[in-house]
Every structure is written in C-alpha cells, then in structure tokens.
C-alpha cells in the first residue's frame, strides 16, 4: 500500500468516534492482526536477549519492566519461560486482548522446541514448567499472574505504580521511537528512579520510517524530508513517529544521568545510496550519513 494512502485511511480512523474494541476489530479484518504471529515479537526479544548475553547479564531470577505493552505482552511472556523472576509491563492505554493473550501462549508452546535450540544458553529447566502454566490458563489474566507479570496503565504516568530501585532490568521494544520528543527525559528520569543501583536499562529502537515497511516506492528516511510542520500532517495517531535519530536519543540517556555501555546500530544501505540525492530538510543537514540512515539501534545503560 502507498504511504500516503495508508496515511489517508489512518487520518480517517483517528476522527472517528472508534472504541478500542472497534479498531481491534478493524485491525483483524484489514491490518495486522489478520495473520497474527509472535514471530516478530519474539525475535526482536532474542536481539534484546543476545545483547545481554554478550554483555554477560543475566535475565535468570531478575525483576524486569517494560512501557509499551500493546495488545499482548510477548517479550515478558518470552522472558518469563526464560526464567525472570517478575515483570511489570506499563502503557499509557488499555489495550490488552483475552484472545490474543491465549493465542500467544498457544503459539510458544507450538515454538518451545525450536526456541530451545535458537537460545539453549537462556533455556532452562523452568521454561516447561512456564509453558505448562500458560497451556492451563483460561484467559489473559491467568496467563499473566502464573507468569509472574503485572499490568499497569496510566495515560500520563505509565510508571508510576513501580517503587523506587525495584526493577533489575527495564527494558522497550520499538516503543521510544512512537513516544513525542519532549515526553522523553521525564520518561528516561522515570525509569532511573525505578531501577536499582546496580542495574541496566535496554531499549531496541526502531528509527526508519514507518511507512516505508509497507511501500517499497519509498526508503526508510523518506520521512526526513519535511518540516516539522509537514510531518506533523502526516504523524496520525495510529502511527506517531518522533523522527528522531540515535544520536539524539543517545544525548538524553546521558543528560537524563545513565553511561551508555553497549550500543549496536543498523544501517540501512539503500538510504546511505540515495542519501546523495535525497532532499533533506533543513532540520536533518547537521547529522552524519550514519546517524540519519540508521535503521534500529539496541543500547544498554546504567544509572549513575
């Protein structure tokens, strides 16, 4: 589907009176839930899951959170079969599904073994009995409380059920790239608080765009080319992108008090080819070829 066309179509979905029932339904006709799968999901928590590894930290027995739950909670269920000994997964809307909740644990039932041989440094001997808790719950709920998982939610304050320095590992998942800009060094000083002295922070950040998965007419900077005020015509609800790129994610970790210890980054090559003969906006002429063509960034870092 063209951009602008999927853009039209999401302008106008976010004007009308929708319930989040009515959207999810929309999604399971038309959009992505028509198909649905934890393939994604899971493998975006193995790249989080090998960048501890190589950073030897261990996921085993720790009290982990996330912001960002979405309508299903894949990465802490994954985490949960790997051992975590809790999550706390926070959002700023209730968004959660009872069928697809149950979907998912069907599906990492059916993925047990062949997940067993992609980590079978992170596969322990808890991981069937996780699975088995999941396979006797009847809904999202059951799942969640025999995985050791909370729910919260709060549309300005998503972090503020968690007590200071209870959390070993914080963690987001292509969840920092939909938050707006100025929402960032509350959120990065929220997460401070929350994590103990000894403890690390890691995000996956998606910084290409959106629109780009769907059409191949375009790259993955083809949103750097307008104006702030633009792209805020293009920016719907649905899809909010902040635009901004790693470095300056990077800045307000470090302004917000963390050390950055690990960052591994993705260029995408097509957009450096083009990057030449690309109209930037003004606004992007000050970042290097990298900064602006990197597709996704993993980082880890500690509270100082």
Known sequence: ???????????ILSHLPLTRSQ???LQKLFGGFRHFSIN???????????????????????????????WVPIIPMLFSILGQQGCS?????????????????KQFSTAANSLAKRIPWAWGDEAMSALNRMRASQNAAEILANLQISYFTDPTQPLRFLGDASVDIFFTNDTLEHIPSE?????FSQIHRVLKPDSVMIHLVDCSDHYSFG?????????????PSEWNRYNTNFLYQNRLRPSEFRAMMIDSGFAVEYWQQKQDQRSLEELEKFPLNSEFLNFSA?????S????IARPE
């Open 1 to 11: 589907m063209r951009w602008k066309t999927k853009y039209l179509l999401q302008r």
């Open 290 to 294: 990298e900064d602006l063509c990197a």
């Open 40 to 70: 994604s999901k899971v493998d975006q928590g193995i790249s989080l899951l090998d960048a501890l590894h190589e950073n030897n930290l261990e996921l085993r027995e720790k009290n982990t959170a996330e912001i960002g739950t979405g």
């Open 183 to 187: 929402q960032l060094p509350p959120l």
């Open 23 to 25: 959207y999810y339904s």
């Open 296 to 299: 996704s960034f993993i980082v």
């Open 215 to 227: 059409d191949l007419g375009i790259n993955r900077i083809n949103f750097l080319r307008f104006s």
């Open 89 to 105: 997964t926070c959002d700023v809307s209730q968004l959660l599904r009872d069928d697809l909740c149950i979907q998912a644990a």
